[in-house]
Protein backbone atom coordinates (compact mmCIF):
# COMPACT_ATOMS: atom_id res chain seq x y z
CA UNK A 1 0.00 0.00 0.00
CA UNK A 2 1.90 3.34 -1.21
CA UNK A 3 1.71 5.89 1.92
CA UNK A 4 -0.74 8.42 2.53
CA UNK A 5 0.18 12.16 1.70
CA UNK A 6 -0.79 14.90 4.47
CA UNK A 7 0.52 18.76 3.38
CA UNK A 8 0.66 20.97 6.26
CA UNK A 9 0.61 24.26 5.43
CA UNK A 10 1.23 27.07 8.17
CA UNK A 11 3.79 30.17 8.14
CA UNK A 12 4.90 29.77 11.78
CA UNK A 13 7.92 27.20 11.50
CA UNK A 14 6.93 26.09 15.56
CA UNK A 15 3.45 25.38 14.74
CA UNK A 16 4.31 23.78 11.50
CA UNK A 17 6.57 21.64 12.97
CA UNK A 18 4.14 20.57 15.40
CA UNK A 19 1.87 19.12 13.08
CA UNK A 20 4.31 17.66 10.80
CA UNK A 21 5.79 15.52 13.72
CA UNK A 22 1.51 14.55 14.51
CA UNK A 23 0.75 13.83 10.94
CA UNK A 24 3.72 11.34 10.54
CA UNK A 25 3.26 9.58 13.84
CA UNK A 26 -0.09 9.23 12.36
CA UNK A 27 1.68 7.36 9.72
CA UNK A 28 1.41 9.85 6.62
CA UNK A 29 4.22 11.08 4.61
CA UNK A 30 4.41 14.56 5.26
CA UNK A 31 4.81 17.59 2.81
CA UNK A 32 5.20 21.31 4.61
CA UNK A 33 4.88 24.86 3.31
CA UNK A 34 4.80 28.66 4.28
CA UNK A 35 2.24 30.08 1.86
CA UNK A 36 0.08 29.10 -1.09
CA UNK A 37 2.92 29.64 -3.63
CA UNK A 38 4.95 26.77 -1.96
CA UNK A 39 1.57 24.93 -0.82
CA UNK A 40 0.88 24.71 -4.68
CA UNK A 41 4.45 23.62 -5.34
CA UNK A 42 4.52 20.48 -2.78
CA UNK A 43 1.45 19.26 -4.59
CA UNK A 44 2.66 19.45 -8.23
CA UNK A 45 2.39 16.33 -9.84
CA UNK A 46 1.03 14.83 -6.76
CA UNK A 47 -1.52 11.88 -7.64
CA UNK A 48 -3.38 11.88 -4.76
CA UNK A 49 -3.66 13.82 -1.20
CA UNK A 50 -4.96 12.00 1.65
CA UNK A 51 -5.24 15.23 3.79
CA UNK A 52 -4.03 18.80 4.35
CA UNK A 53 -4.25 20.80 7.00
CA UNK A 54 -4.38 24.76 5.83
CA UNK A 55 -3.61 27.83 8.63
CA UNK A 56 -6.55 30.75 7.20
CA UNK A 57 -3.39 32.99 7.62
CA UNK A 58 -0.89 32.71 4.96
CA UNK A 59 1.46 35.61 3.56
CA UNK A 60 0.89 35.25 -0.22
CA UNK A 61 -3.28 34.12 0.17
CA UNK A 62 -5.29 33.14 2.62
CA UNK A 63 -6.37 29.38 3.52
CA UNK A 64 -9.85 29.81 2.23
CA UNK A 65 -8.23 30.00 -1.67
CA UNK A 66 -5.68 27.11 -1.28
CA UNK A 67 -8.45 24.92 0.43
CA UNK A 68 -11.00 25.62 -2.68
CA UNK A 69 -7.65 24.92 -4.64
CA UNK A 70 -7.00 21.41 -3.13
CA UNK A 71 -10.70 20.69 -3.18
CA UNK A 72 -10.81 21.58 -7.16
CA UNK A 73 -7.60 19.31 -7.45
CA UNK A 74 -7.86 16.65 -5.32
CA UNK A 75 -11.53 15.63 -4.55
CA UNK A 76 -11.24 13.02 -2.26
CA UNK A 77 -8.74 14.36 0.06
CA UNK A 78 -9.38 15.41 4.12
CA UNK A 79 -9.29 18.83 4.27
CA UNK A 80 -8.54 20.74 7.71
CA UNK A 81 -8.95 24.51 7.99
CA UNK A 82 -7.09 25.94 10.96
CA UNK A 83 -7.63 29.45 12.34
CA UNK A 84 -7.10 30.98 15.63
CA UNK A 85 -10.73 32.70 14.82
CA UNK A 86 -13.79 31.33 16.50
CA UNK A 87 -16.43 33.12 13.91
CA UNK A 88 -19.53 31.33 13.06
CA UNK A 89 -19.18 33.12 8.84
CA UNK A 90 -15.64 31.53 8.63
CA UNK A 91 -17.53 28.22 9.93
CA UNK A 92 -20.04 28.66 6.89
CA UNK A 93 -17.25 29.90 4.33
CA UNK A 94 -14.89 26.82 4.86
CA UNK A 95 -17.36 24.00 4.64
CA UNK A 96 -19.12 26.22 1.43
CA UNK A 97 -15.57 25.75 0.06
CA UNK A 98 -15.04 22.03 0.86
CA UNK A 99 -13.18 21.57 3.93
CA UNK A 100 -14.22 18.75 5.57
CA UNK A 101 -13.39 20.27 9.31
CA UNK A 102 -12.56 23.69 11.05
CA UNK A 103 -10.67 23.46 13.55
CA UNK A 104 -9.59 26.28 16.33
CA UNK A 105 -6.11 26.60 17.18
CA UNK A 106 -4.60 25.13 19.38
CA UNK A 107 -7.51 23.42 20.93
CA UNK A 108 -7.88 20.86 18.12
CA UNK A 109 -5.12 19.21 17.41
CA UNK A 110 -4.79 16.88 19.69
CA UNK A 111 -8.11 15.71 18.71
CA UNK A 112 -7.95 15.25 15.02
CA UNK A 113 -4.53 13.39 15.80
CA UNK A 114 -6.44 11.12 18.22
CA UNK A 115 -9.27 10.81 15.00
CA UNK A 116 -6.38 10.35 12.44
CA UNK A 117 -4.94 7.42 14.34
CA UNK A 118 -8.26 5.53 15.34
CA UNK A 119 -10.32 5.51 11.95
CA UNK A 120 -9.71 5.04 8.58
CA UNK A 121 -9.64 8.13 5.87
CA UNK A 122 -13.04 7.08 4.13
CA UNK A 123 -15.23 6.79 7.74
CA UNK A 124 -13.85 10.40 8.37
CA UNK A 125 -14.96 12.07 5.23
CA UNK A 126 -18.41 10.05 5.61
CA UNK A 127 -19.15 11.40 9.41
CA UNK A 128 -19.60 14.92 7.21
CA UNK A 129 -18.75 18.83 8.52
CA UNK A 130 -16.54 19.06 11.89
CA UNK A 131 -15.82 21.66 14.89
CA UNK A 132 -12.89 21.10 16.59
CA UNK A 133 -12.58 23.82 18.71
CA UNK A 134 -12.16 24.09 23.17
CA UNK A 135 -15.43 22.53 23.72
CA UNK A 136 -14.42 19.04 21.38
CA UNK A 137 -15.41 17.97 18.17
CA UNK A 138 -19.16 17.84 16.63
CA UNK A 139 -20.58 17.67 13.39
CA UNK A 140 -22.46 19.96 12.02
Do not use: C, W
Not at 39 to 45: H, L, M
Not at 112 to 124: A, P
Not at 131 to 140: E, H, S
Request: proline share 4%.
Amino acid sequence: MSKRIALVVDDTPANRDFVERLMVQADFEVRGASSFAEAIQQVEGLEQLALALVDIQLPDSNGLQLTQELRRKYPDAYLVVATMYDQRSLVEQVFTIGGNVYLVKPHGFMELFKRLTTSDMETLRNEGNLIIDQYGPRTI
